[in-house]
Structure formats: C-alpha cells, structure tokens
C-alpha cells in the first residue's frame, strides 16, 4: 500500500496553533479523499477532517469545527491541517490517511503515515 508521511506536530502552549502537513513520497495523491485523524493511548483512533480531493469539499467531525481546517496547496500535492486555539485534549499523534471515500472509521482508510506527534501544554 502507500504511505504517507505527517509533519509539523510538537509542542504548544494551550491557546497556541500548529499546521501539520502530509505528503506522498510519490509526489501526488491517487485517492479520492485524503484526511486527518488522531489517537491518543487507550482510544480508537478518531476521525478529524478530511477532503474530497478533486472539488476540495471539506468535512469535519463536529467536536473539531470552528477550530481546525483541512487544506491543500495549489500543486495538490499536500494535505495540511490547520489547528487553532488548541486544547490540552488534543494532545494526540494525529495520522494522515487516503480513501476512495470520506469514511467515518478508521479501518476504512487503507493507506497511512506514521504519524506525527502534538502535545499541548496547560
């Protein structure tokens, strides 16, 4: 399968922001949609946002709208996640994943990064 690779986690104050990116080593994503989730020890891995890659239609879980936003640049090469007015429960690895549809659960999606670690501070 193809991996993907996170970026852009670490440490942040509560109130303070981080952009994450992802990208394909091949240069390009071949899924219709890319998204986030995230986990943090002892949960399932939680839907975040994800995009349908060909019109850039947004989708969002609810308890992350109003303060992140999902995106790409203009070579539609990379996934960004925007994240602002950050709380300490957000602090999880946040993964990038790609589908041929914007599925709610995580074992839906069957192409993955590593994921990068965000930590935020009270």
């Known amino acids: 399968q193809v991996q993907l690779v996170e970026s852009g986690g670490g440490l942040v104050q509560a109130g303070g922001s981080l952009r994450l990116s992802c990208v394909a080593p091949g240069g390009t994503f071949s899924s219709a949609f890319a998204g986030w989730f995230r986990q943090v020890p002892g949960k399932e891995r939680e839907f975040v946002a994800s995009m349908d890659w060909e019109n850039g239609r947004t989708y969002y879980a609810d308890s992350m709208k109003g303060r992140f936003t999902i995106s790409r640049d203009d070579t539609k090469t990379t996934l960004y996640l925007e994240m602002k007015k950050l709380k300490p429960d957000d602090t999880a690895v946040y993964y990038c994943?790609?589908?041929?549809?914007?599925?709610?659960?995580?074992?839906?999606?069957?192409?993955w990064g590593q994921g990068t670690r965000v930590t935020v501070s009270s």
């Open positions: 994943a790609a589908a041929s549809g914007s599925f709610y659960y995580a074992h839906q999606w069957p192409t």
